[in-house]
């Protein structure tokens, strides 16, 4: 991502709506089947280490990978305690032992444009894990809502609905957990994509930081409004099991196992 990217994370992630539900929703998905806590856990991509925080409580030995250095400043400044390294997520294999983790976090990794391979990272990851061990994993969906925000994280694509759990069943998993999230915002995305893509037609340029004014769209007002609305997604999310909608998809899938249909 870029350098203001990281920063503004920095700033925001222990208290920002969108990250605050999207930690309670990953907790929410995993304690929703029976897996052995302990053992290894792997964050990729872990940017400034909220993420890894919030999940290392439940493992004796926690690890963020990430391949910017200032990423992993601002993590090791935040987490003081854990354990930060600088490494590729292409590489994943050079880098760890197989069978060496228990639980592999992916929050909007794949998407990025230094991925050089979904479908291998994916592998990968599934070598990494030892047998019964679980992936957790967040994607902006849909290539149609494309826009600055985007462009902005160095995303290069949004991925199609049922296109990571095909990726995962194909490497040897077990999807055991699959739900759509963020669906408010869904109509104001599109507006946004749709201004994104008539000003690159057009070749207009300038204009106000798409990413920043997402985020901080309505300033404290919105960030209440948003908390409420996610509430409310998340009590559906909790009774119904699933959505069917939102911006980002979020599956929970282990090695090994017996398949079963939730």
Not at 8 to 20: E, R
Not at 86 to 101: M, T
Not at 120 to 143: C, D, F, K, S, W
Request: proline residues 3%.
């Amino acid at each position: 991502m870029q350098p203001e990217s990281y920063i503004q994370i920095y700033h925001n992630q222990k208290n920002h709506w969108w990250f605050v539900y999207r930690r309670r929703l990953v907790s929410l998905m995993l304690k929703r089947f029976s897996w052995a806590r302990g053992g290894r856990y792997l964050d990729l991509g872990c940017g400034p280490g909220e993420n890894l925080a919030g999940l290392a409580v439940h493992f004796d030995y926690s690890l963020g990978l990430d391949c910017s250095p200032l990423a992993l400043s601002l993590a090791r400044q935040a987490n003081p305690g854990l354990q930060f390294v600088q490494g590729d997520v292409n590489q994943l294999e050079r880098l760890f032992q197989a069978n060496s983790f228990r639980l592999i976090s992916d929050f909007n990794v794949l998407c990025h444009r230094w991925v050089s391979s979904e479908k291998e990272t994916i592998r990968a990851i599934y070598a990494l894990l030892e047998e019964g061990g679980v992936v957790v994993m967040t994607e902006p969906v849909y290539n149609i809502l494309y826009r600055e925000a985007d462009e902005l994280t160095m995303t290069s694509r949004r991925f199609g609905s049922g296109e990571l759990r095909g990726w995962l069943q194909e490497a040897g998993f077990v999807v055991r957990q699959e739900t759509m999230f963020n669906a408010a915002p869904l109509p104001l995305a599109l507006l946004m994509a749709g201004w994104y893509r008539f000003r690159k037609r057009f070749g207009i340029v300038g204009g106000r930081d798409g990413h920043r004014g997402e985020d901080q769209l309505g300033g404290k007002w919105g960030q209440w409004l948003m908390t409420g609305v996610c509430r409310v997604e998340y009590g559906w999310i909790r009774l119904f099991g699933r959505l069917p909608l939102g911006l980002t998809c979020l599956i929970v899938a282990q090695k090994g196992g017996e398949r079963t249909g939730d």
